[in-house]
DNA sequence: AGGTACTCGGTAAACCTTTACCAAGTCCGT
DNA sequence: ACGGACTTGGTAAAGGTTTACCGAGTACCT
């Protein structure tokens, strides 16, 4: 039997070799009338652009790319669309391509290191011009973000592996905890009432930056490490307010992790910012739907995405490579909301 | 000049016919080899493969799927990723195909439906094998949907567009709304006292079809439409309570619009679910993260991207082809939380 | 008229695979 | 010893583009 009857479609089929045909010309000709990259007679090339037109007429990627030897495609490989952070980053970086003309797709490796090198294989298989990744794990993901360097550009966006020679684009992670740290003490004595951070286990360079950059500051200040979810925060403000700890400021490496924590504390009846003051990381658009409104560090991810444009253009286009190990981090922002007021008298 | 010092990669370079000159066989011996497809001696077979490990050998998909009419790739295009609901939904679909050894490409087309229509000529351009839309736009998508639809295995997913012959995958809306009909009901004579919607103009199916059924049941109730969007739902508690409503029921046509709508009324002094009753639709992860947790319509998202992972299989497998029209709907439940709960006494 | 320069269409190679077909060899049965 | 069946490697075509090169025509100059 053929095709049953609510079938399905004809692949593509039709090739420049049918709209040379139909005109009666060279498929050389096809090719010069859809691209203009010769000029020819105009109306010649009205009757080919007329045929396609008429024939429905598709150009097939694959063919071009094998000849051009380049796809204007590039691949985005994120550890978790869930995140309300790295879906974000993820359409930034697509409209920030997309003015280019540069098509980004967009893989979720579902933080499974397995799945990763899948992903990137993949790209790299498809001939992608260029690969961004937010590697799932500061070690594990090394041999992956290698790979992907060695046969085609690749960024690493704000999160970076344990490798020297790897470019990335981030932001100074340690610069926001600092400011978080200032904007909490301006009000509290923080050796008398030390902040507790509710962070990640270390097994991202973001998770250990911020981790790390907490510690030096406040070196005697209680630390709890959990993952980046919501649930983690929650059941890190229960665990504090059942050991007691009924008031104060609590630090988070991350705002998923912030409103785990404001959903916790009030959970049990305590209030935000009267008892607890808490304070995220990231800033995602999601944040405000916190009650209160969570202060934050807003990461510059504009400035981010833009400057992997550069480098990736700048990488296409040949000139002005960016060396291999370029870092490009810039300077978050505290966004100071109504979960620590700034002036509590 | 050539590269300079940091200068970026080799382009993967290294092809069948490098392996086969290296170890002094045809390329169809190292095709075979690295295929399987046909027996060889062990000996050879192995030759090839240290070969080809030792070169670094990465076959080019573009060429095998050139040669092999098939890509075992899917695109899937999304309005809007920084909407929760959507990100969850992707994730889902890309996590069915990968046991598939499928891999699912995300773009997101922004909300604008030209750069949906970019994303769907680029995939058919690259040969996917099949497609997934969550159309933008009820009417102003039916184009792009056609298009996608007449090259290729094309199902829309959760929302689609004014067109009989397009295949769909969703959750019954009109049984959803009426869940929180019947819900509320159990409490409240909602002809005394009927529920405001705050909805999203109908510019989607889910939009359309949830205000509709809301109308349909309680014809005198009032409601209020804008967009998709936390701010909206913020912005629609914030007229209501300045026209007087200050207690009362209201049903929401998304999470997003509820926990905009649950912060306006919190942050005008009322209180949820004591002055008013808040209900959202879709159950997204976040809306737990809501204080009190969100009452919603929970998606059965897990059937629905199973079932598209059938279809599509089918259809590629050339058996049990799917109908052009066919709709597969399934029941959401409601999770009744905090926000509404359902024993008021 | 003959030469130069330019225009504009076609031919064929190249990009990288997979596989139908072929050829040569081995093995076995009769 | 010969033919059939089977094994196993190679050759070449095909899949869809783009473009270097070629060749034919035209226009213009001297």
Redesign the pocket.
């Known amino acids: 039997m053929e095709t049953s009857a609510g079938s399905t479609n004809k692949?593509?089929?039709?090739?420049?070799?049918d709209?040379?045909a139909h005109v009666?010309?060279?498929?050389?000709?096809?090719?010069?009338?859809?691209?203009g990259?010769?000029?020819?007679?105009q109306?010649?090339?009205d009757q080919v652009l007329a045929a396609a037109d008429k024939l429905g007429?598709?150009?097939?990627l694959?063919?071009?790319?094998?000849?051009?030897?380049r796809t204007f495609s590039l691949g985005l490989v994120v550890p978790d669309l869930e995140n309300p952070f790295f879906s974000a980053l993820a359409q930034q970086v697509s409209r920030s391509f997309s003015k280019s003309n540069i098509d980004v797709f967009i893989y979720s490796a579902d933080n499974d290191i397995k799945l990763e090198h899948r992903a990137i294989q993949s790209f790299l298989g498809r001939q992608v011009d260029g690969l961004v990744l937010i590697p799932c794990h500061e070690i594990d993901s090394q041999a992956n973000v290698l790979l992907a360097d060695s046969s085609v550009i690749t960024i690493q966006l704000d999160r970076l592996v344990r490798s020297p020679q790897t470019r990335y684009v981030g932001c100074d992670n340690r610069h926001g905890m600092k400011l978080v740290v200032e904007h909490l003490h301006r009000d509290v004595d923080l050796n008398r009432q030390p902040p507790i951070f509710v962070g990640a286990r270390a097994t991202s360079s973001s998770a250990h930056e911020r981790l790390d950059a907490f510690a030096r500051s406040l070196p005697n200040a209680k630390r709890l490490l959990g993952s980046f979810s919501f649930e983690w925060g929650q059941q890190a403000a229960s665990d504090l307010i059942d050991q007691g700890v009924t008031a104060g400021s609590i630090v988070t490496a991350a705002d998923v992790i912030a409103l785990g924590v404001i959903a916790g504390v009030q959970a049990r009846g305590y209030r935000i910012p009267e008892d607890f003051r808490v304070i995220g990381f990231d800033d995602i658009g999601v944040s405000f739907l916190a009650h209160p409104a969570l202060t934050s560090v807003r990461q510059p991810v504009d400035q981010m995405t833009n400057t992997i444009v550069d480098i990736v253009l700048g990488d296409i286009a040949g000139h002005g490579v960016a060396p291999r190990n370029a870092r490009r981090v810039f300077k978050p922002d505290l966004m100071i909301r109504e979960s620590s007021p700034s002036s509590p008298l």
């Open positions: 692949r593509s089929a039709v090739t420049m070799h709209v040379a009666g010309v060279s498929i050389a000709t096809v090719s010069r009338a859809l691209s990259n010769r000029p020819m007679s109306e010649l090339r007429y598709r150009v097939n694959l063919g071009r790319a094998l000849r051009l030897q």
